[in-house]
């Protein structure tokens, strides 16, 4: 294979990478998964449980989350984490833009959930 046709594969499989990951925020659903996926299923189908002023709510200030998991310590570990704080608002938005109403492509049923990619 001559190097021309090697730049423009390369150059293709790249921009469909880019491409894909603005179908949805890939980063923060897989913080989403590590941090709370164990207790509260995948992120999608966490996140369209609540509605939008719930989730705010929520995340209005720190201390809410970490009075809600009082009782359990690997739920407080993870909402106190350096990690949480980090994707904090990312976190918040993910949850916002597939709450319960947003209408969001990716959003489910109690059977079905989240498998569109
Ligand atoms: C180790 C398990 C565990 C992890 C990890 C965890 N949670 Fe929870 N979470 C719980 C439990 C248990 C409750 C209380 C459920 C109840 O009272 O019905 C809860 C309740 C909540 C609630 C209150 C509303 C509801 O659905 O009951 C929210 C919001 C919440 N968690 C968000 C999060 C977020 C965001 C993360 C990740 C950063 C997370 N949790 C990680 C166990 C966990």
């Known amino acids: 294979m001559n190097n021309f ?24 659903f ?30 209005e200030d720190d201390q809410t989350l970490i009075d809600v998991h009082k009782k359990d310590p690997q739920a407080l570990k993870n909402v106190q984490s350096k990690r949480f704080k980090y994707f904090r608002k990312d976190i918040l938005k993910f949850f916002l833009d597939n709450s319960q109403y947003s209408g969001a492509v990716h959003g489910c049923d109690a059977n079905f959930c989240g498998a569109h990619h």
């Open 30 to 59: 897989r913080v989403i998964t590590k941090l709370c996926g164990k207790c509260h299923g995948t992120p999608f189908y966490f996140a369209v449980q609540k509605d939008e002023d719930s989730w705010m709510e929520y995340f």
């Open 5 to 28: 046709l090697v730049k423009i594969i390369l150059m293709a499989l790249l921009i469909q990478t880019i491409h894909g990951a603005e179908k949805y925020d890939d980063k923060t």
